[in-house]
């Protein structure tokens, strides 16, 4: 009777553990706060995150926005010295981890904290411009991708020449208010007398700046243009754009977007590989990796695109040694 008891008792106990709720029922799933900073404006489309490269690589790698991610996007609308309030407006929100886009981006993130882990794109140079230790080990808080700009702008000068063989002087267009662009003109201005080149200086800070560079250039009638991208040209894109079809002024770019536009010719890394490769990073930061531990990435591929339509508009005849090497040719 004894031990039937005992059982009884002993399989009621069971039962009950069985039915009680587990910790882990209990606990839902933490959900992460990416927080993003960019210099520019939030894209118009309202889809737009969906299609976003950073995004789908976090989708990729099992981050859902909703389900165990929020993303606090800050969009900075081409005023710079906007982007320092909305770092610290992420920090007071105790986000997870920042991701950032260009350099004044990177830097008014460091500048708002020390301990939220940010993860960095096109910032040109990081260790150049004092965002990291170096690339192997970045120390702090700040990990990502380099993107190579500075090294690859000599690159770019070499391959402008080839597709302007004449080339003698080329006017550089670079906001010279930030730190990485410089480091990129620097470079130009270094590799150009062994190609034989003369660099004309069209230093931009501002946009009544660039009615001054245009006068400058349509006086002085250089052979080829080279523009940095950044914020700022970006922003202007269109008015240096019909200002070098005005002029038949062949013009090398760094991002395959402003030759689909229009441009002449550029070559550079992919910039939706590289938010890709981002989101691996954040997804490395959420599950526990510290950012000093993190080597930060150059590209391994870079694309070399050609605009034949824009060429015969300005008459010019596009070697075969570009044509054979260019990855995409848009006619």
């Known amino acids: 009777m004894r031990d039937g008891a005992l059982g009884l008792t002993l399989a009621l106990l069971l039962g009950m553990l069985s039915a009680a709720p587990t910790a882990d ?46 993303i606090e ?139 001054q560079a245009f006068a400058a250039m349509t006086q002085e009638r250089p052979d080829a243009l080279f523009v940095v991208s950044d914020l700022l040209t970006g922003f202007h894109h269109k008015r240096i754009r019909d200002f070098a079809a005005q002029n038949r002024l062949p013009a090398m770019y760094e991002r395959r977007e402003r030759v689909a536009d229009g441009g002449l010719i550029s070559y550079g890394p992919s910039f939706g590989s590289m938010h890709r490769r981002a989101a691996a990073y954040v997804d490395k930061i959420l599950k526990g990796a510290k950012p000093a531990d993190l080597p930060v990435e150059q590209p391994t591929r870079f694309e070399l695109v050609v605009n034949l339509k824009t060429a015969k508009a300005f008459g010019l005849t596009i070697p075969q040694s570009i044509l054979i090497r260019a990855d995409e040719i848009l006619q």
């Open 25 to 70: 029922a209990q606990s839902p799933a933490k959900v992460f706060r990416i927080g993003t900073l960019a210099p520019g404006a939030r894209p118009a489309a309202p889809d737009w995150k969906q299609r976003w490269a950073f995004v789908e690589g976090l989708r990729e790698l099992g981050w859902i926005e909703g389900q165990n991610i929020v």
């Open 73 to 211: 996007d800050r969009w900075a609308d081409g005023k710079t010295d906007r982007l320092p309030a909305l770092a610290a407006e992420l920090v007071r929100l105790k986000v997870d981890a920042i991701f950032t886009q260009s350099w004044p981006a990177a830097v008014a993130a460091k500048q708002a904290t020390t301990t939220i882990p940010i993860v960095i794109v096109g910032a040109g140079d990081p260790v150049g411009t004092g965002l990291v230790a170096s690339l192997a080990h970045p120390g702090g808080n700040i990990t990502g991708l380099g993107d190579l700009a500075t090294e690859l702008s000599a690159k770019r000068l070499e391959l402008l020449k080839e597709t302007v063989p004449k080339l003698s002087r080329v006017a550089v267009l670079w906001n010279s208010a930030d730190g990485g662009m410089t480091l990129r003109f620097r470079q130009i201005q270094a590799a150009a007398p062994t190609l034989g080149v003369t660099v004309r200086p069209l230093g931009v800070q501002e946009p009544e700046d660039f009615e």
